[in-house]
Every structure is written in structure tokens, then in C-alpha cells.
């Protein structure tokens, strides 16, 4: 929930993204029912609320003129754009790495993974930092403690 267990700078993302699903949806809903010759009254979106919502207004007569199975396309075709909606991004989700390789790489430039509370000279450990940085990205370097290399050659 927004504001609890989610940053709320991300609600107009989520409230986009529903929305956007909702619509897709009814869509769904409204080419079934063309595709079997209902007639569309009108579509709309709304909020109820917070929540942004999506509707589909089919000719009554018609649906219920249908045999149960064209119904059946009608009423689930909703939930099939669903289904769709999440195998595509799913796809999109797991493509992302390939997508996005031309600008960046794994494994490569170095990482602090461990800075220890009490840093004592920080301008000397950045020093040793930027004299180590160069040898580090060709050979790379499991464990280095800035705060002793003034007492060692680096490297």
C-alpha cells in the first residue's frame, strides 16, 4: 500500500499502470462483443475513490441474445487481455537485462561492499583509493584495507 510498505512518491505510477490495465480490460471485453455482433453503447473510464476504473456499456438484449458460448467469449475475454497483459511483462521484466547490456556491464569496476563505522583520514583513504582503483580494475582485488595502506606499497 502507498504511504505504508511502498514510497508514495510511486501512487501516480501505480494509479497510471491500473488504469491503463483497466482499459485494456474492458477493451477486451468490447472486441469480444463486437467480434460476436453486440452492440457497444459507450465506454469510459472513472475513479472511484482513488481508484481509476474502466467500463464497457454492451446492448443487454443483444449479449443475452447470444448462445452461451459467444457469452462465454464475451464475459472472459477481460481476463484473457489480463492474462496477456502479464505474459507480456513478464517478457519485458526478464528482457530487460538484454535490452539494457549495451550500457552497462557486470562484474567489471570495483565496489565497496564494506565500510567500517569508524573511518579514521578519510581524505587519506581516498587517496589510496584512487591510486588503487587503476591496478584494481585489471587485477582484481578480493579484501583491501585503506586505512593500513599508508603503512604498505599498494599493490
Given amino acids: 500500500m502507498p504511504g505504508v510498505n511502498l514510497p508514495i ?4 505510477f501505480y494509479m497510471l499502470t491500473l488504469l491503463l490495465c483497466a482499459f485494456l ?3 477486451g471485453h468490447a472486441m469480444a462483443a463486437l467480434r460476436e ?3 457497444l453503447h459507450g465506454f469510459g473510464v472513472f475513479l472511484f475513490g482513488f481508484y481509476p476504473g474502466a467500463y464497457v456499456d454492451l446492448n443487454t438484449a443483444d449479449l443475452q441474445s447470444l ?5 462465454l467469449r464475451v464475459y472472459c475475454a477481460g481476463v484473457w487481455h489480463n492474462v496477456i497483459i502479464a505474459v507480456l511483462s513478464a517478457a519485458v521484466f526478464y528482457a530487460i537485462p538484454l535490452l539494457l547490456s549495451p550500457g552497462y556491464h557486470i562484474g567489471t569496476g570495483v565496489g565497496v561492499t564494506f565500510l567500517r563505522e ?4 578519510l581524505q587519506h583513504i581516498i587517496h589510496s583509493f584512487a591510486l588503487c582503483y587503476p591496478k584494481c580494475t ?3 582485488i578480493v579484501h583491501y584495507d585503506a586505512s593500513s ?3 604498505y606499497p599498494i599493490l
Fill in 149 to 151: 595502506a599508508h603503512n
Fill in 138 to 140: 585489471s587485477n582484481p
Fill in 118 to 121: 569508524v573511518s579514521t583520514d
Fill in 37 to 39: 455482433r453486440v452492440r
Fill in 9 to 12: 512518491s510511486h501512487v501516480g
Fill in 67 to 71: 448462445k452461451p458460448l459467444g457469452q
Fill in 25 to 27: 480490460h474492458e477493451a
